[in-house]
T-cell receptor, first 113, second 113 residues
Framework: QQPVQSPQAVILREGEDAVINCSSS?????VHWYRQKHGEAPVFLMI?????EQKGHDKISASFNEKKQQSSLYLTASQLSYSGTYFC??????????????FGKGTKLSVIP | ETGVTQTPRHLVMGMTNKKSLKCEQH?????MYWYKQSAKKPLELMFV???????ENNSVPSRFSPECPNSSHLFLHLHTLQPEDSALYLC????????????FGSGTQLSVL
């Protein structure tokens, strides 16, 4: 079952902050975050493993709360280059020693001057 | 540039045509993937190849036929497609398979008339 992302879209002015949420109804092994600019390939941002870790990538960071089965992506002091669609992927145990990665529908982020 | 190249970038085909999508990676990875990206839908995993062996077929209709002649090349053969198959088809690779960091190509935008 796919994770649910919120909001679906957000518009920011340069320098503003944003939070994108990703939640699942299933127990999560890991959460993956990607960004895709229009007409380009999705680009990997980070993977968070269960254990409640936080990670940072320039001014983009994320947290993973395995008890709540959710992750949040934090964009601080947004830049024009942050514009794009952000996807979370959630990894769940699917049986027989296998794990399945499923992506959400994405959050479209637009940063304006 | 992610190291994963897809051709063609755009493809228009009729429902009776046969065409192929090509993907090539120069990263030395052992796993390759086909994803389908439709408007307002999540990324959908179609096929996974690990060391040239197909390890996953996500209930994809037989009008889509993958081929992986070696670890660097992946094809998706298309025949008698339907208009609802119109989408962006993304190829990805990863070092070992499993749910690790994915390196995506820019995709082939397919339109079925």
């Amino acid at each position: 079952q796919q994770p649910v992302q919120s909001p679906q879209a957000v518009i920011l002015r340069e320098g503003e902050d944003a939070v994108i949420n990703c939640s699942s109804s299933k127990a999560l092994y890991s959460v993956h975050w990607y960004r895709q600019k229009h007409g380009e390939a999705p680009v990997f941002l980070m993977i968070l493993l269960k254990g409640g870790e936080q990670k940072g990538h320039d001014k983009i960071s994320a947290s993973f709360n395995e008890k709540k089965q959710q992750s949040s992506l934090y964009l601080t002091a947004s830049q024009l280059s942050y514009s794009g669609t952000y996807f979370c992927g959630t990894e769940v145990y699917s049986g027989a020693g296998s794990y399945q990665l499923t992506f959400g529908k994405g959050t479209k982020l637009s940063v304006i001057p | 540039e992610t190291g994963v190249t897809q051709t063609p970038r755009h493809l228009v085909m009729g429902m009776t045509n046969k065409k192929s999508l090509k993907c090539e990676q120069h990263l030395g990875h052992n796993a390759m993937y086909w994803y389908k990206q439709s408007a307002k839908k999540p990324l959908e995993l179609m096929f996974v190849y690990n060391f040239k062996e197909q390890t996953e077929n996500n209930s994809v209709p037989s009008r889509f036929s993958p081929e992986c002649p070696n670890s660097s090349h992946l094809f998706l053969h298309l025949h008698t497609l339907q208009p609802e198959d119109s989408a962006l088809y993304l190829c990805a690779s990863s070092p070992r398979g499993g749910n690790e960091k994915l390196f995506f190509g820019s995709g082939t935008q397919l339109s079925v008339l």
